[in-house]
């Protein structure tokens, strides 16, 4: 399963309508540790599949999504578990790292 694109006519169904938790990247194109991150998240999607979906939301295009859920900084990775944002990081963190927060999760 690859990642998702995720936007203000989607984000119910593909977020909050998931029947697993979903990773979601808030992220922007002009973003370094965004790019950095991107082969990261992409490589988790593709170890969880079927186990967490993993969404991507372009902050320059979906601000109100941004600010509604508090994305001041970018790349920003919230995972929504039961239709709840359940775990923020903010910033460039390791694949180890963020499996460690996936599978607590599972």
């Known amino acids: 399963m690859s990642e998702v694109v995720i936007n203000g006519s989607n984000f119910d ?3 909050l309508g ?3 938790p ?7 194109p002009w973003c370094g540790p ?3 991150i991107a082969p990261v998240v992409e490589d988790l999607s593709k170890e969880y599949a079927g186990k967490i979906k993993v969404g991507k939301i372009n902050t320059d295009e979906n601000m109100e999504l ?3 859920f508090q994305v ?10 039961d239709k709840k944002p359940v775990q923020k990081v903010v910033g460039f963190k390791s694949k180890n790292d963020l ?8």
Request: proline share 3%; glycine share 0%; hydrophobic share 50%.
């Open 22 to 28: 979903v990773l979601v990247d808030f992220w922007a």
């Open 99 to 106: 499996k460690k927060i996936l599978d607590s999760l599972l």
């Open 18 to 20: 998931s029947t697993v």
């Open 34 to 36: 965004c790019k950095m």
């Open 72 to 81: 001041t900084s970018i790349p920003t990775l919230i995972v929504f578990k």
């Open 13 to 15: 169904s593909e977020v």
């Open 66 to 68: 941004s600010s509604k």
